[in-house]
């Protein structure tokens, strides 16, 4: 569809730094850019906005806010939560195919792991719940951290997680995957306040 192509291009553009936060999103410069009507180019923000990337702000059409703390904080959070859940309710025939082979562990494979391991949950609604929380925590993580390469210590994390879903031991896999969470966030809280700081 017309708004999934649009929807990707801004994400695209967010990505490579082309779209900043604040900045309002003008449907006819971006309809024009891509050779379309607006209507995909609304749709395809009205999406975003749902996902929470972008917002309507009254006389100035859609926007790309800004990150605090508070905010941050209860998305990963709600993430890590929702993907517990996930491990709940994984099929039977995760034991037999899930598995990541990885040596370079950056921002951007880590969401694309944690997508290969929700494919096996029986929840499809909380499967896409989920994405749609990916999809922001991505927009973020790709301002503040870039494909930064994390630190050893996530790789192992993540090695962690994925033996403790292969010999079936949820309860550890559940754990692994909130300390996950939580060191990711402390990496983001400390580049936001440094960006904030930067900013004053």
Do not use: C
Request: proline share 2%.
């Amino acid at each position: 569809m017309l708004r999934d192509h649009v929807r990707e291009h801004l994400l695209q553009q967010i990505e490579k730094g082309n779209l900043q936060t604040e900045q309002t999103l003008n449907l006819a410069k971006i309809a024009r850019e891509l050779n379309l009507s607006v209507t995909p180019v609304r749709e395809a923000l009205s999406q975003l906005e749902q996902s929470e990337i972008v917002v309507s702000a009254p006389n100035r059409g859609f926007i790309i806010p800004n990150l605090n703390l508070n905010i941050l904080q209860d998305l990963y959070q709600t993430v890590s939560e929702l993907e517990v859940l996930v491990l709940d309710s994984l099929t039977e025939s995760v034991a037999e195919n899930f598995e990541v082979k990885t040596t370079v562990f950056t921002v951007k494979n880590r969401l694309e792991i944690n997508k290969r391991l929700l494919q096996y949950g029986k929840n499809k609604v909380l499967q896409r719940l989920v994405l749609n929380l990916h999809t922001k925590i991505g927009f973020y993580e790709g301002i503040y951290l870039k494909d930064k390469l994390l630190t050893d210590s996530f790789l192992q994390q993540w090695d962690s997680i994925q033996n403790a879903v292969l010999e079936e031991n949820i309860p550890t896999a559940k754990l692994l995957l909130k300390m996950n969470w939580i060191s990711i966030l402390e990496l983001m809280e400390q580049r936001v306040m440094l960006n904030q700081n930067v900013n004053f």
